[in-house]
C-alpha cells in the first residue's frame, strides 16, 4: 500500500425511516453538523457536486439482503471489509448492473417464504461458489418517484467483469422468469369489519397461512381501537368459508 492520501465518501440511504415515529419530523431532524449535503444540494445530479459526483464514480454498493432486514449488521461488516480491501489493493471491482423491469408492492417482498427467498437463495449460491463475488438484489420500492424504478441486480467481482456479467444475466434472468409468481398476492391475510353507532370497527376476521411468516403480529397487538377479535380460523377452516359468505 502506498503512502498517498485516500478519501473514502460513503452515500447511506435509508426509506420509510419516519414512518413510525410518534412525533412530526421535518428536514432540519435529518440535517446535523458535518452532514456532507444539505438543502438544494441533496437534489442535484452534477458531476461536479458531491452528492452527484460520489454516484457518478461509485463502484461498490452495499444493500440489507433480507426482509425484515435483520442482515444490516453482517452487510455492513461485508462492506467494510471490501472498501479495506480495495484501499489496499487486493480487490478490484469490477461489476455489472442490470435493471430488471418488474415493481412489486413491498408488501410481497418477504424473504421467508418462494418466491423471493428462492432469489435471495440463488445470489448465496453464486456467492458461495465463486470466490470474492458479491451479488445484491435490489427489490425496488414502488413509490419512489424516479423513472427507472424496479428490480435491479448487482454483481461485484475481483478485476472479472465476464464473471459479473454471467452472475448478473444470470439472476436478472431468473427475476423476469419468476416474474408472474413475485406478483402474485395470496390469501395471506383476511378481514371482515362491522361498524358500531359510532363508526368503530367492532369485529374483525384473520386467517393466517399455513407457515406464517415470522414476524406476524400477535392478534392482540394490532393497532385498531375498540376491536373484538371475535373470531380466528386457521388456513383453510371451512367454517370460514361459511363465516365469509
Known amino acids: 500500500m502506498s503512502d498517498r492520501k485516500i478519501r473514502i465518501a460513503v452515500l447511506h440511504f435509508s426509506h420509510e425511516t419516519v414512518s413510525f415515529l410518534p412525533n412530526e419530523t421535518t428536514l432540519d431532524d435529518f440535517i446535523y453538523p458535518g452532514s456532507p449535503a444539505k438543502g438544494e444540494a441533496l437534489l442535484q445530479f452534477d458531476p461536479k457536486n458531491y452528492m452527484g459526483g460520489f454516484?457518478?464514480?461509485?463502484?461498490?454498493?452495499?444493500?440489507?439482503?433480507?426482509?425484515?432486514?435483520?442482515?444490516?449488521?453482517?452487510?455492513?461488516?461485508?462492506?467494510?471489509?471490501?472498501?479495506?480491501?480495495?484501499?489496499?489493493?487486493?480487490?478490484?471491482?469490477?461489476?455489472?448492473?442490470?435493471?430488471?423491469?418488474?415493481?412489486?408492492?413491498?408488501?410481497?417482498?418477504?424473504?421467508?417464504?418462494?418466491?423471493?427467498?428462492?432469489?435471495?437463495?440463488?445470489?448465496?449460491?453464486?456467492?458461495?461458489?465463486?470466490?470474492?463475488?458479491?451479488?445484491?438484489?435490489?427489490?425496488?420500492?414502488?413509490?419512489?418517484?424516479?423513472?427507472?424504478?424496479?428490480?435491479?441486480?448487482?454483481?461485484?467481482?475481483?478485476?472479472?467483469?465476464?464473471?459479473?456479467?454471467q452472475v448478473a444475466r444470470d439472476l436478472a434472468g431468473t427475476i423476469w422468469r419468476l416474474r408472474e409468481a413475485l406478483l402474485a398476492i395470496k390469501s395471506r391475510v383476511h378481514f371482515r369489519r362491522g361498524f358500531d353507532d359510532n363508526g368503530f370497527a367492532r369485529t374483525i376476521l384473520l386467517v393466517e397461512p399455513e407457515q406464517p411468516f415470522l414476524g406476524t403480529t400477535r392478534l392482540d397487538k394490532l393497532p385498531y381501537r375498540n376491536v373484538d377479535l371475535a373470531r380466528f380460523y386457521p388456513y383453510g377452516d371451512p367454517a370460514f368459508l361459511e363465516a365469509s359468505s
Not at 417482498?109 to 458461495?128: F, S, Y
Not at 438484489?137 to 465476464?162: E, I
Open 55 to 165: 454516484v457518478q464514480v461509485a463502484r461498490e454498493f452495499s444493500e440489507v439482503e433480507l426482509v425484515p432486514h435483520y442482515d444490516a449488521h453482517l452487510q455492513g461488516e461485508r462492506a467494510a471489509r471490501m472498501l479495506v480491501r480495495a484501499i489496499r489493493g487486493d480487490y478490484k471491482p469490477a461489476h455489472r448492473t442490470i435493471k430488471v423491469p418488474v415493481i412489486s408492492p413491498t408488501v410481497l417482498q418477504w424473504t421467508g417464504a418462494r418466491p423471493w427467498m428462492d432469489l435471495v437463495q440463488r445470489a448465496l449460491v453464486w456467492e458461495a461458489r465463486e470466490v470474492d463475488v458479491y451479488v445484491n438484489t435490489f427489490f425496488g420500492f414502488p413509490f419512489a418517484d424516479v423513472p427507472d424504478v424496479g428490480m435491479t441486480v448487482q454483481v461485484l467481482t475481483n478485476d472479472n467483469p465476464k464473471l459479473a456479467e
